[in-house]
């Protein structure tokens, strides 16, 4: 089947994840891409269901071969990527694919995949509240919230390439919001690649 992609991207901090986490328990017919990354583990996460976690000289590897759609280096030494054979594995199940990635990545897979993808940009109420909520998310140190925080003014600047965007003050909302855009893209009959 010819799939499609959903790209969510923002700040992070914002919400993304929560957002696609939401739409992911929705009979959407959708399936995350898992990313590869170099940074460790949080508590919680797993291998090979939030990301595939490789080695620094691994990943360097894999870019050689070229087995990354897009990769980015977010912060310093924490790469992150794309890989394309996670994106076949996705389209020959049958489903669709949503990415959860940073701000140029997300632009890399539009530019990518052009009218196949729909590139939706998930924007804090305000620089304060990012703020807010990376610390109330107890995932970071003071100083990746730093590093986090010196991004997003760029990051946001940024969202006027993406097809659509959503403010996310309020999640029922933001929630309600993404599921009719992604239902009306999904629904859409002519994807021009
Ligand atoms: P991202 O994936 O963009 O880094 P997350 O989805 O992890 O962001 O959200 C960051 C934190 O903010 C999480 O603790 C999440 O529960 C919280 N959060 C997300 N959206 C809202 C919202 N609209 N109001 C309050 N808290 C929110
Ligand atoms: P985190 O460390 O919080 O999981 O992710 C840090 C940032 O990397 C987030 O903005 C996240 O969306 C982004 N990210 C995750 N996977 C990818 C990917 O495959 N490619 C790119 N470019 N960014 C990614």
Known sequence: MAGKLIIFS???????TTIVHHLLS?????????????R??????????????????DFKKKIKEKAFVEWEEVYTDNFYGTLKSEIERIWNEGNHVIFDVDVDGGLNLKHA????ALAIF???????????RL????????????????????EI???VDFDKLILNDSLPKAFKKA?????????EKSNKS
């Open 10 to 16: 923002a700040p992070s901090g914002a919400g993304k």
């Open 113 to 116: 995949f052009g009218e196949k």
């Open 135 to 154: 610390e109330g998310r107890e995932t970071e140190t003071p100083a990746s919230i730093e590093r986090r925080m010196g991004k997003a003014p760029a």
């Open 26 to 38: 929705k009979k959407f017919g959708l399936q995350f891409s898992i990313s590869a990354t170099t």
């Open 157 to 159: 600047e940024k969202s």
């Open 40 to 57: 460790s583990k949080r508590d919680g996460e797993i291998e090979g269901k939030d990301y595939y976690y490789l080695s620094l000289s």
């Open 179 to 187: 599921e009719k855009m992604v239902r009306g893209f999904l629904k």
């Open 122 to 132: 998930v924007m804090p109420p305000s620089l304060d509240t990012l703020r807010q």
